[in-house]
């Protein structure tokens, strides 16, 4: 089935192997959704739609994305075959597998061969914040607006560390 993907598209896709990734890359779009960055989340899988994964990553810059953050757990090839089909910054979240807790996803992302980047993130929820946020970085370099919601995301983050260590 051929899937169709948004022309312009937002300046930042999620995609993830599989629906199972979600609840984790939740936390990558909950990011981007605070600082109001717009974005496409979908199932790509490297193993399974191998098609689509071409098609997706090939007409990815034409279509107007700017960063493409990729999630995938156990032999998650997702990130670094997406990278190797683009040059868009590509950035990789191993999401936490049943089996090895995701150390098997953490290898397989961050270990790319020099030449091919995938900026990888932490295992599981955290890591996928921080592709959001990361993501948005990214783009503030160019936007002032974002960046200044940045900054004010950031101090609200500060100002939420309690100094006490208990009430
Ligand atoms: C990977 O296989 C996906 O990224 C997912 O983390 C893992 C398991 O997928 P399901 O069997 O839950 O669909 O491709």
Not at 38 to 54: E, N
Not at 62 to 91: C, D, F, Y
């Amino acid at each position: 089935m051929a899937t169709r993907f948004p022309d312009p598209s937002p300046p930042v896709a999620v995609i993830m192997g599989s629906r199972s990734d979600w609840p984790t890359m939740q936390h990558a779009t909950g990011a981007l959704d605070t600082l109001g960055v717009a974005f496409d989340a979908r199932v790509i899988s490297a193993h399974r739609t191998p098609d689509r994964m071409v098609d997706f990553t090939k007409s990815a810059k034409a279509r107007g994305v700017k960063i493409i953050i990729a999630g995938a757990g156990g032999a998650a090839h997702l990130p670094g075959m997406v990278a190797s089909l683009t040059e868009l910054p590509v950035l990789g979240v191993p999401v936490k597998s049943k089996a090895l807790n995701g150390l098997d996803s953490l290898l397989s992302i961050v270990q790319m061969p020099g030449g091919i980047p995938v900026g990888t993130l932490a295992i599981g929820e955290a890591g996928a914040t921080n592709a959001g946020l990361l993501a948005a970085s990214i783009l503030a370099l160019t936007d002032t607006a974002l960046a200044d919601r940045l900054t004010a995301y950031r101090a609200s983050l500060s100002d939420s560390i309690p100094d006490s260590v208990e009430d």
